[in-house]
């Protein structure tokens, strides 16, 4: 018999379930339009991502010395939300970020097609 506890199994069972929903309560970018938005910056961004750069998690706020990216028009197009926000990468992640408070207000990976 395994070692792992009845809560655990289930929470392996369904853990697919839980990894397709967002870690927040109120999801800011479908899942669709994370993979979109994140392919899109991809493509388009040519500047190096910052290496070793501030810490990207939600709701935290980017210091004002970090430059901020408006993002693209075609990823405002895919996810209308995302009109006038700024971005920021570092290392293989992507910051979108609201530009009057910098704050994170969703975090994806650097998609590529």
């Not at 199994?9 to 938005?37: D, H, T």
Request: charged share 20%.
């Amino acid at each position: 018999m395994s070692t792992i506890g009845t809560s655990a199994r289930m929470m392996l069972a369904f853990g697919v379930l839980f990894l397709a929903q967002p870690l927040f309560a109120a999801e800011f970018l479908s899942i669709e339009q994370q993979v979109k938005v994140g392919q899109i910056i991809t493509d388009q961004h040519n500047a190096s991502p910052l290496v070793g750069g501030p810490a990207l998690a939600l709701d935290a706020i980017v210091p004002p010395d970090v430059k901020l990216e408006a993002v693209p028009q075609d990823a405002q197009q895919m996810a209308p939300r995302l009109r006038g926000f700024s971005y920021l990468i570092v290392e293989e992640q992507i910051a979108l970020v609201e530009p009057h408070t910098r704050r994170i207000v969703e975090v994806i990976p650097r998609w590529r097609k």
